[in-house]
């Protein structure tokens, strides 16, 4: 079979969908990465997956130049004779399928990570927004064979507005982790830290954690509570790094690239978003050990049972939100109970072996062992 993976930047097929690609390579199947040229777009060849690039503007909200982008996605796909094109995040879902249809590929799947932050704000922007995200999307998932999400929330919500018919639905648990790779290590030394890894925004809830950073700080002086990440300064909602840095029961670290040893020396993983896709950063200090605190929001939710391996908390509720983390401060046996729970639902859900698996069930295939 011949399968085309098509994305508006090389990177997000390159992190998120490689091992996909390469278990259809190693099973003889005939992988293209379409996707517009970029750091690692050269590097796919060293992997047998083909990669050929088209030109889009991901900002760009100009009329023609969007039909510019879809006439170059179907030249693209057209003479690759594609039997299935799976398209990732909204413009390629949206251009993809139009493109995908027009050339005549016989069946085309769909990957919803999530709605975004347009679903988090009520104000007139962002209902226009929703009202054309759901107008494009009710036609496209019309064309389209199977929509893919990674939560059940965003598919429910979907399909109560009649956007997307039940039966073309298929949950998938995100992009898969590798658990052999993110398993516990052994601690440096006995202090208790409480760590959130986000970017610096308000919906990831940045003011919630200082706040109950502000209310534990004082009581547990012991303690760290650390912020890893960066302010994003093209997102409306962002803070500054100068915000950050002067908060008084705060270590804010910035952006680190030693996110595994930094979860590994951690005692408490905190992520207090008001709504997410599928939280990666989550998966990750589940698969290494660690009890999961954060909310009972859409995406944030699906990986915590709530007193099995974390604790869910309403949005936006800094007292919910310490007083959750000061159970696992002062219960150590709690801590290690429920990282441990939370590191065999990491390996039974969202180990990248089931992902690939679950993948395959989509495309009528089975992984030969």
């Known amino acids: 079979m011949i399968f085309g993976f098509l994305s508006h930047l090389d990177l997000n097929l390159w992190l998120f969908r490689l091992p996909i690609m390469l278990e259809l390579v190693r099973q003889g199947h ?14 796919f060849a060293e992997h047998g997956i083909r990669h050929v690039p088209y030109t889009i503007s991901r900002s760009s ?8 982008a879809i006439h ?53 922007k962002s209902r226009i927004v929703r009202g054309i995200i759901e107008f494009l999307y009710a036609r496209i ?33 995100g992009v898969g982790i590798d658990t052999d790779e993110w398993k516990p290590l052994p601690k440096e030394d006995e202090w208790i830290r409480v760590t959130m890894i986000a970017r610096a925004i308000k919906h990831k809830g940045v003011h919630e954690f200082i706040d109950a950073t502000a209310i534990l700080g004082e009581k547990y002086p012991e303690v760290t509570f650390q912020f890893v990440g960066s302010p994003d300064g093209g997102n409306l909602f962002s803070v500054t790094e100068e915000f950050m840095k002067n908060q008084p029961h705060l270590h804010y670290l910035g ?57 869910l908390v309403p949005p936006k509720n800094a007292a919910a939100l310490a007083e959750a983390i000061e159970k696992l401060i002062l219960n150590p046996i709690l801590r290690e109970q429920m990282g441990r729970a939370g590191r065999e639902k990491a390996i039974r859900e969202f180990d990248v072996a089931t992902i690939v698996d679950q993948h395959l069930e989509v495309y009528g295939l089975r992984r030969v062992r």
Do not use: W
């Open 61 to 68: 909200l100009n009329p023609f130049k969007e039909l510019g």
């Open 141 to 173: 998932f019309h064309l389209s064979d199977t929509v893919m999400f990674v939560n059940q929330d965003d598919p429910a919500y979907l399909i109560s507005k009649k956007i997307v018919d039940p039966a073309k639905v298929f949950i998938i648990k």
């Open 255 to 311: 952006q680190q690239d030693n996110i595994r040893h930094i979860i590994s020396q951690s005692s408490v993983f905190v992520l207090p978003s008001y709504r997410e896709g599928l939280p990666r950063t989550s998966m990750e200090a589940m698969s290494m050990g660690l009890p999961i605190v954060t909310t009972d929001a859409v995406g944030c939710r699906e990986t915590v049972e709530d007193g099995v391996n974390g604790f």
């Open 72 to 124: 170059n996605i179907y030249k693209a796909i057209k003479p690759l004779g594609l039997d299935i094109l799976h398209t990732f995040t909204a413009k390629p879902n949206i251009y993809g399928t139009i493109a995908g249809k027009s050339a005549k590929v016989p069946r085309i799947i769909n990957l919803v990570e999530g709605l975004g932050s347009f679903y988090l704000e009520e104000d007139l």
């Open 30 to 43: 005939t992988v293209y990465a379409i996707c517009p040229n970029g750091e690692v777009s050269n590097s």
